[in-house]
C-alpha cells in the first residue's frame, strides 16, 4: 500500500510529524514503517505532551535504586531486599471492553514488575466510574471487577487495596488504574538496556496475534460514536499463561545469561525492540518470520504492531540459547531467536528475505515531536460563606446517614470481596483499611501499599489537589505504622490540547512534586494518560498517587477498628471545619464551589512524623486518617470495623458542630488511647507543637454527640455497607 498524508492521519499522527518523518527518511515511509513511527510517536509511547514537566518532578532520595525511565521503580528496604512496583492506567480498553481491559490492565503492569527480576507479591487498584444513575456504569463496574480478579486470583498474587469511586465526569471515559508491587535482591535487578554486538534477541511467551493491534494508538485518541469499532484493539489476556511466563523469567534470572530484558506492552515488539536498543546505544535486527504467530499470513505490520498480551523480548549472552530454550520448553512456552544486536544504530526488520523497515532508532525515540501546549492557570476559588440558617433545620443523625451511603464513603466490600488478598500466605492488613499490608517472607518486615486520587479537590485547583494527593497516601501509610518510602504516579487528564486541561496537568504534577519534595516522598514511576475524553467532554483531572511504606516489625503495625471500650479518642491536628468542596457541602447544602482545604506541608510532616513516634513507641492503638467527611465519618467506620460506640465530649469550638464534624480540613488523624498512656502522649504532642482535641471516649455501643444519642451502631452499619451491594443488584 502506497502511503500518503491521508493513511498518516488515520494512523493518529498530525500533518507536520508526518512531514518530519518524511524529512528524517529524506523519502516516503512504506506502510510497515509508518506503523512503527504512529506507535512510537503516540502520546501514550512518547510522553510529547507531557515530557517537559515530568522531569520536574522530584525523583531523588536515600532509598532510590531506579526512578522514572525503566519498567518499573525499585526502592531499598534492607537486607538486601528492594520493592518494585508501578502504577499503569488501561482506561481507554476497559471503557471498550471492561473485562478484557482491566485484567489486561493487571497482566501488563505485573510483567513490568517481574521484567525486572522482582516476584510480585502485591496489587493495588483504582478505579473511577460514571454516575451510578447513567445507563453504563453498573456493567461497566462489573466487568472491571470481574477482570481484575479474574487476572490477579488467577496468576496467584493478593489483592491487597484500591479505590472505587463515582463521578459524572467518567460517564464517557473510565479510569482503571493497576499497581504492582514486587520484591527482589538488590543483586539480582535486571534492566532493559541492550549491550553488546551480535547478542542474541530472543521472544518468548505466548505466540503473536492480531489482537490489540493500534492498542497504544487508540490509548491517545479521543472517543466518539464509533467506539464500538475500537474493540478490535483491546487485548485478551490469558493469566494461566503469564504464571507460566512469571516462573520461567525468575528461573532464567537465577544464572547471568540475561543481558536486558523488556515486556512486550504497549506498542508490542515495536517499542521493546526500540526502547532496549535506543537506552543500549545500540541497532537491531529482526526476522519477522522467526516470530511464533498464532494467526496466519500474519503482515510484517500487524506483527510489529500486534499487542497479544504475556510476551517479553530478550537479550541473551551469546551461547546461552540452548540453556535458555530448555526452561521456556519446561514450562511450555514459545522460545525464539528472531534476531541480533548490531552497531548500524537503526532498527532493521526483514519478512520473506526481503527488508521491510530501515528505520534509525534515535528517529523512533530521541526524534519524537515534543509539544510545549499553551495552558491557563486554574485560579484558586473563592472561600464560601455558609449562612448560620442552613444549618438550623438539619439533624446529625440525618446528615450521617447521607454521607455514609455517598457512594464515594460507602463500603467497598462487594468490590474486593472478589478479590484474593490472601494468596501467598504473607497479607497482614487486607483491604478496607487505610493500606494493605503485606510481610516480606520469612521476616520481621512489612511492606505498606496504598493508592490514592482526590479529582474533585484538582478540579476545584490542581496545584493544590496535587499536594494533597500525596499527602493523602502519606497518611495512609503512616496510619498503619509504615515509614513512607516512594510513590508512583498516574496521571489521568483529558485532551492536553485544550488550554485548560493541559493547565490542569501542569499545576496538578506541580502540586505533586512540591509536597514529594518536602515529604521526602520520591516519585519513582508512573504513567500519563491523556485524551481521557468523548464527544468534547473531558473527565476531571485524576492524579492517582500510589505509595510504599515499610514496617521495620510487622508486630508493630495498628489497624484503624477501635479496640476497648473507655479508651480515649483524639484527634491529631488543627480542626477550622473546612466545608468547601466537602461530601458534607454538596449533599447536604447542595454547593458545589469553594476551595479545596488548604494543603500545609510543614503540619503534614510534623503531625505525621509525630503519629509515627506515637505508634512505634506503643502509645497508640488504633489510628486512621480524617478524609473525605470529615472526623464524624472518620469515627463511624471506626465503630463499625471495632463494633464499637464513642460518647463525644462536649465541644470547645468557636465554628459550630456541623463543620467540626464534617469538615475536610487536612492533615488530621483519630487515635485510640489507653487511659494510662494519655498523658504521655499529650506530653509528646505538646512538645512537637502537634494541635490536639480530646474527642470523647469509647463506650459499648451507638455514637453520642451532646448527650443525644445520634446513630445506634446496627443502623450505622446499614448505612455504610449497604449501598453498593443494593445498587449491584437492583
Not at 521491510?356 to 515531536?369: F, G, K, M
Not at 484503624?560 to 466537602?582: A, C, E, P, R, Y
Request: charged share 25%; with cysteine.
Amino acid at each position: 500500500m502506497e502511503v500518503n498524508e491521508k493513511i498518516a492521519i488515520e494512523h493518529g499522527l498530525k500533518k507536520d510529524e508526518y512531514k518530519k518523518i518524511c524529512d528524517l527518511l529524506k523519502r516516503t515511509p512504506n506502510l510497515t514503517e509508518l506503523g512503527l513511527f504512529s506507535a512510537m510517536w503516540n502520546e501514550h509511547c512518547s510522553y510529547k505532551s507531557s515530557k517537559k514537566y515530568l522531569k520536574n518532578l522530584n525523583i531523588k532520595g536515600k532509598k532510590v535504586i531506579q526512578g522514572p525511565g525503566e519498567n518499573a521503580g525499585i526502592v531499598d528496604v534492607g537486607d538486601e531486599d528492594a520493592i518494585v512496583f508501578k502504577i499503569e492506567s488501561h482506561n481507554h480498553p476497559s471503557f471498550i471492553e471492561p473485562y478484557q481491559g482491566a485484567a489486561t490492565g493487571v497482566g501488563g503492569i505485573m510483567r513490568d514488575v517481574f521484567t525486572m527480576g522482582a516476584r510480585p507479591i502485591a496489587n493495588l487498584n483504582s478505579i473511577h466510574f460514571g454516575s451510578p444513575q447513567h445507563k453504563k456504569t453498573k456493567n461497566l463496574l462489573r466487568g472491571v471487577v470481574k477482570g481484575i480478579a479474574g487476572y490477579g486470583n488467577c496468576i496467584g498474587v493478593p489483592t491487597i487495596g484500591g479505590q472505587t469511586l463515582f463521578d459524572e465526569s467518567y460517564n464517557g471515559n473510565i479510569l482503571v488504574n493497576a499497581m504492582t508491587v514486587g520484591l527482589v535482591n538488590k543483586k539480582k535487578i535486571f534492566y532493559s538496556k541492550a549491550a553488546g554486538l551480535n547478542k542474541p534477541v530472543i521472544y518468548v511467551g505466548s505466540k503473536t496475534g492480531r489482537d490489540g493491534i493500534h492498542g497504544s494508538s487508540m490509548a491517545s485518541a479521543i472517543f466518539d460514536e464509533k467506539i464500538e469499532e475500537k474493540k478490535p484493539t483491546v487485548q485478551i489476556g490469558d493469566p494461566f499463561t503469564e504464571k507460566l511466563l512469571l516462573e520461567a523469567c525468575l528461573e532464567l534470572m537465577a544464572d547471568n545469561s540475561i543481558i536486558a530484558i523488556q515486556d512486550m506492552g504497549a506498542a508490542g515488539l515495536t517499542s521493546s525492540s526500540v526502547e532496549m536498543a535506543s537506552k543500549g546505544k545500540l541497532g537491531i535486527e529482526i526476522n519477522l518470520n522467526k516470530v511464533p504467530c498464532r494467526e496466519e499470513k500474519m503482515t510484517p505490520y500487524e506483527i510489529m504492531l500486534s499487542e497479544s498480551q504475556e510476551r517479553m523480548l530478550i537479550v541473551l549472552e551469546s551461547g546461552m540459547e540452548e540453556k535458555a530454550k530448555k526452561i521456556f520448553d519446561k514450562w511450555n512456552l514459545d522460545f525464539a531467536v528472531i534476531g541480533k544486536t548490531t552497531n548500524t544504530k537503526n532498527i532493521e526488520i526483514f519478512f520473506d528475505k526481503k527488508k521491510v523497515a530501515d528505520i534509525p532508532i534515535n528517529y523512533l525515540s530521541e526524534n519524537a515531536p515534543l509539544y510545549e501546549r499553551k495552558w491557563k492557570k486554574t485560579k484558586l476559588p473563592q472561600k464560601l460563606k455558609f449562612k448560620k440558617e442552613k444549618f438550623k433545620s438539619l439533624k446529625i443523625s440525618d446528615c450521617l446517614k447521607k454521607v455514609l451511603s455517598n457512594p464515594n464513603i460507602c463500603d467497598k466490600e462487594w468490590v474486593w470481596e472478589q478479590y484474593d488478598h490472601t494468596v501467598m500466605g504473607d497479607t497482614i492488613q487486607k483491604p478496607g483499611g487505610n493500606s494493605g499490608v503485606v510481610r516480606v517472607h520469612g521476616t520481621q518486615k512489612a511492606i505498606a501499599a496504598t493508592i490514592d486520587s482526590s479529582a474533585t479537590y484538582c478540579y476545584a485547583h490542581p496545584n493544590t489537589g496535587g499536594k494533597q494527593t500525596v499527602c493523602e497516601t502519606w497518611r495512609n501509610l503512616i496510619s498503619v505504622g509504615a515509614n513512607p518510602v516512594a510513590i508512583t504516579n498516574c496521571l489521568n487528564f483529558g485532551n492536553p490540547e485544550k488550554e485548560k486541561n493541559m493547565g490542569e496537568f501542569v499545576e496538578c504534577v506541580e502540586g505533586i512534586s512540591e509536597a514529594s519534595k518536602y515529604l521526602d516522598f520520591p516519585v519513582v514511576s508512573g504513567n500519563v494518560s491523556f485524551y481521557n475524553e468523548t464527544k468534547d467532554k473531558g473527565i476531571k483531572p485524576t492524579p492517582t498517587i500510589g505509595g510504599i511504606g515499610l514496617i521495620e516489625n510487622y508486630k508493630n503495625m495498628i489497624t484503624m477498628d477501635f479496640k476497648n471500650q473507655d479508651n480515649i479518642i483524639l484527634v491529631i491536628g488543627k480542626t477550622v471545619g473546612h466545608l468547601d468542596q466537602s461530601i458534607f457541602a454538596k449533599d447536604i447544602l447542595g454547593e458545589k464551589k469553594g476551595p479545596p482545604p488548604e494543603i500545609n506541608l510543614f503540619n503534614e510532616k510534623n503531625i505525621g512524623e509525630t503519629v509515627l513516634k506515637l505508634i512505634k513507641e506503643k502509645l497508640i492503638e488504633t489510628a486512621h486518617d480524617v478524609s473525605l467527611g470529615g472526623i464524624i465519618v472518620a469515627i463511624s467506620k471506626m465503630c463499625i470495623k471495632g463494633n464499637l460506640g464513642v460518647k463525644f465530649n462536649k465541644f470547645k469550638t468557636l465554628i459550630n458542630k456541623y463543620e467540626y464534624l464534617f469538615g475536610e480540613d487536612q492533615g488530621r488523624y483519630i487515635v485510640e488511647i489507653n487511659k494510662d498512656k494519655l498523658s504521655k502522649v499529650k506530653e509528646i504532642l505538646k512538645n512537637n507543637s502537634v494541635h490536639f482535641d480530646e474527642l470523647g471516649i469509647l463506650k459499648e455501643k451507638d455514637i453520642e454527640v451532646n448527650g443525644e444519642l445520634v446513630f445506634k451502631l446496627e443502623d450505622l452499619k446499614k448505612e455504610y455497607k449497604n449501598w453498593l451491594k443494593k445498587y449491584m443488584i437492583s
